[in-house]
T-cell receptor
Framework: EAGVAQSPRYKIIEKRQSVAFWCNPI?????LYWYQQILGQGPKLLIQ????????DSQLPKDRFSAERLKGVDSTLKIQPAKLEDSAVYLC????????????FGPGTRLTVL | GENVEQHPSTLSVQEGDSAVIKCTYS??????FPWYKQELGKRPQLIID?????GEKKDQRIAVTLNKTAKHFSLHITETQPEDSAVYFC?????????????????FGQGTILTVHP
């Protein structure tokens, strides 16, 4: 089966610019996650969708980050405006459902903010 | 919220030796504990997981043990090989909410860089 797809793979922007990332989960997976992975750290959950509804966004910096999952399939994560500390790899993952179902990760988008 | 501590941060072993990575968690309601392997520049991939109703699980050279009373769990790799070299992350899933629904929110440890020398 096809895995989780993400684009772009790399992005370099200047601070205060905007950027958007796209994720296409594995077909049939109801749950979609966006993680931020700063170099040398474990992934940190930013937002979790169940179908097209948000079930957890407690660690999403809502003053600058937004995410949506229209029609319960693809998702976009946006940063506006970007800060230097947003430099990280943004990982999208999906699972059949929440709970203890395996999460499958995409290849990630490496963001560099100059 | 959940807090996961992982040790050691780096681990160097000779090929054929065993490697052990330990994690502790804070939320006694956590009920699912996966381990992910991440090679340089690649995505994290699940290598083994354990649920709270099981004390130990083994898959070939990899095993995981869980002590719910002490709130810690460990990854054991035997007969290590150079291709085992990677960063390993433990994670704990948040327990169910007041309504009994478990959404599977994972909190990851800081990672262990494992190097296996030939």
């Amino acid at each position: 089966e096809a895995g989780v797809a993400q684009s772009p793979r790399y992005k370099i922007i200047e601070k205060r610019q905007s950027v958007a990332f796209w994720c296409n989960p594995i077909s049939g997976h109801a749950t979609l996650y966006w993680y931020q992975q700063i170099l040398g750290q474990g992934p940190k959950l930013l937002i979790q969708f169940q179908n097209n509804g948000v079930v957890d966004d407690s660690q999403l910096p809502k003053d600058r980050f937004s995410a949506e999952r229209l029609k319960g399939v693809d998702s976009t994560l946006k940063i506006q405006p970007a800060k230097l500390e947003d430099s990280a790899v943004y990982l999208c993952a999906s699972s059949l459902a929440g709970g203890d179902n395996e999460q499958f990760f995409g290849p990630g988008t490496r963001l560099t903010v100059l | 919220g959940e807090n996961v501590e992982q040790h050691p941060s780096t681990l160097s072993v000779q090929e054929g030796d065993s490697a052990v990575i330990k994690c502790t968690y804070s939320d006694s309601a956590s009920n699912y504990f996966p381990w992910y392997k991440q090679e340089l520049g690649k995505r994290p991939q699940l290598i083994i997981d354990i649920r709270s109703n099981v004390g130990e699980k083994k898959d070939q050279r990899i095993a995981v043990t869980l002590n719910k009373t002490a709130k810690h769990f460990s990854l054991h790799i035997t007969e290590t090989q150079p291709e085992d070299s990677a960063v390993y992350f433990c994670a704990a899933s948040e327990g169910p909410d007041a309504g009994g629904t478990s959404y599977g929110k994972l909190t990851f440890g800081q990672g262990t860089i494992l190097t296996v020398h030939p």
